[in-house]
Structures are given as structure tokens and as C-alpha cells.
């Protein structure tokens, strides 16, 4: 049964107003800013990735390689192909009331690309290492919940950016999988 478009994207809308405007309070007015800002995230990602480069042996470096081909296809598929091929306005352009918390880009809306790239990296070593998954998803979920909370993504921006995000971790880690068995038959061959 397929769902009518206007009715999916009348939900879209009554969500966004009910996370932008209904549950607006003061700590998420200052805690949900500095989350959605990743200028604050690229420090300590840095330092992940140089720790697996340096001291993670050959699965760290591995990682960190897949980690790079998830952001470039998350980012690049979000922001270069699906957001100019879907045009969708971002709603701090199209909506009045919107408890605008950040500056509004002037980029396109759907899929969020910090969702994306949020999830690429979440799923990526969330299935490499175990241990590190809930706090990943965590994460990710909380910095796409803030792009809808700061009023420039709609929810279902984020939704497709968390799904994109997932394939595009998905793969890297298949990518890096594939790449450690080549290495490991070259090894034995040796």
C-alpha cells in the first residue's frame, strides 16, 4: 500500500514543529548548536583516526582507510548527487516560525549530510568494534536530532541521511573486509 506523498510530507512537517518549536528548552538551546556544529567533532575524530593509523596495526589502518571511503561516499552521494537531484528547500527557508538556532544554509535539504556522514562513521566501526556501538548510534542520532532542533533539516531529511549513512558505512566496512582478505592471501602466498 503506498503512502500518499502529501500525507508523508504533512507528517514531516507536524514533526519538525513539534522537535523545532514544542520542545524547545533552554539546555538544548545551548547543547544542541555546539552538536550540530562539526567543527567541534574534528579534533577528536582526527585523533581517532591518527591512533589507528599509528597504534591500531594493520585492522586500525584498514579502518581508518574504510573510514575515509565512508565519509567520501556519504558526503559526496548527499551533498553532490541526491541534494541538487532532489532539491528539497531547507524548512528555515520555506516555513514561517521556525526556531532557527544556527545559521540557514543555502544548500538543499534532503538528505542531511551530517546524518549521512554521522552514520557512515557510526556504522562503520560500530561494526568493526562491538563494544563501541551504542555510543556511535548515540551520537549520531543526537547530531541528527540537531539539525531538525536548530531548524535546518526536516525529519525526514535526516531519516534518508541516516539511511544513507548506514549503506555507505556498510560498505566501506565490506570494502575494508574484501581488502583484508586480499592482504591476508598475498601474506600466505609470501
Not at 548527487?81 to 535539504?109: D, I, N, Q
Not at 557510526?122 to 563501541?132: D, G, P
Request: hydrophobic share 50%.
Amino acid at each position: 500500500m503506498a503512502v500518499p506523498l502529501g500525507w508523508l510530507l504533512g507528517w514531516d512537517v507536524k514533526v519538525f514543529f513539534l522537535i523545532n518549536v514544542r520542545l524547545q528548552n533552554g539546555f538544548f538551546d545551548l547543547l544542541m548548536p555546539i552538536l550540530t556544529n562539526l567543527h567541534y567533532w574534528r579534533l577528536p575524530l582526527l585523533g581517532i583516526w591518527i591512533a589507528l593509523m599509528v597504534w591500531g596495526g594493520k585492522r586500525g589502518r584498514l579502518v581508518a582507510g574504510a573510514a575515509i571511503l565512508a565519509l567520501l561516499f556519504s558526503d559526496q552521494l548527499s551533498s553532490h548527487l541526491l541534494k541538487p537531484l532532489l532539491s528539497r528547500v531547507r524548512p528555515c527557508h520555506t516555513l514561517s516560525g521556525v526556531h532557527l538556532l544556527v545559521g540557514c544554509p543555502h544548500s538543499y535539504s534532503l538528505p542531511s549530510s551530517h546524518a549521512a556522514n554521522c552514520f557512515s562513521i557510526a556504522t562503520l566501526f560500530s561494526l568493526e568494534y562491538k563494544r563501541v556501538a551504542l555510543p556511535l548510534m548515540v551520537i549520531a542520532l543526537l547530531v541528527s536530532y540537531s539539525r531538525i532542533y536548530v531548524g535546518v533539516h526536516y525529519p525526514l531529511d535526516v531519516l534518508m541521511g541516516a539511511l544513507l549513512g548506514c549503506i555507505c558505512g556498510g560498505l566501506s566496512w565490506e570494502i575494508k573486509n574484501q581488502a583484508a582478505g586480499i592482504l591476508e592471501r598475498r601474506r600466505r602466498v609470501n
